[in-house]
């Protein structure tokens, strides 16, 4: 059905990525286009490794495990959406850099140097959607899925996080939408901006 594209979703824990791309796949195929639903980090080689946890590595460590995935999925990506999918990704770039960017434990990575090493990816999505939520609404959520929190999951962190998320969408034109509006909103919202991407 034409020409594919790579739609990103973005945003802090409990912001509803999981929800969204599950919704969009659903409209996507439901109007007749194939979709390649996938994530980051991915489930081969090395985003099995960061998926496996990794103890005692710095937050640039980690970055860099971060993009050395991001290097191989972008290629698996771009092949898919050349075949004419269209590839909904949860996580790319932009996680990496706000992630490894906000001091946790007192320890973080330089914002220049993860944008450095990012840079590569940068306009390989046709549109990025920013799904932003306050961090402890955020976190009551993943609580109510009964999952164990993160690491990652704690409010002062992810104000931070959400901070460099906003940031990151001035920058980079990101399509930012308030992710405590209901599910139905939230896809509404983000068909409409994919409609316009592809």
């Known amino acids: 059905m034409g020409e594919g594209a790579i739609i990103v979703l973005e945003g802090i824990d409990g912001a509803g990525k999981s929800t969204l791309a599950a919704g969009l796949k659903a409209w996507l195929e439901e109007a007749g286009y194939e979709v390649a639903a996938t994530a980051e980090p991915t489930h081969d080689r090395i985003g099995a ?8 590595i710095s937050q640039r460590t980690e970055a860099l495990l971060f993009a050395a995935d991001r290097s191989d999925h972008t290629e698996a990506m771009e092949r898919w959406a050349s075949e004419g999918k269209i590839v909904i ?66 409010a002062d962190f992810l104000r931070r996080v959400r901070e460099e998320y906003l940031r990151l969408a001035k920058e980079f034109g990101f399509n930012v939408i308030d992710a405590s509006a209901s599910p139905e909103e939230v896809l509404g919202e983000a068909v409409r901006i994919v409609q316009e991407a592809i």
Do not use: H, M, N
């Not at 490794?49 to 005692?56: L, M, N, S």
């Open 49 to 56: 490794v960061i998926r496996g946890g990794i103890e005692g």
């Open 89 to 154: 990704c949860d996580r790319y770039f932009a996680s990496t850099v706000a992630y490894q960017s906000s001091e946790l434990d007192g320890t973080s990575a330089d914002r220049e140097w993860l944008l450095a090493i990012s840079s590569r990816f940068v306009g390989v999505p046709k549109a990025t959607i920013l799904l932003d939520i306050d961090p402890s609404a955020g976190i009551s959520r993943v609580e109510a899925r009964g999952e164990a929190r993160s690491r990652f999951e704690r």
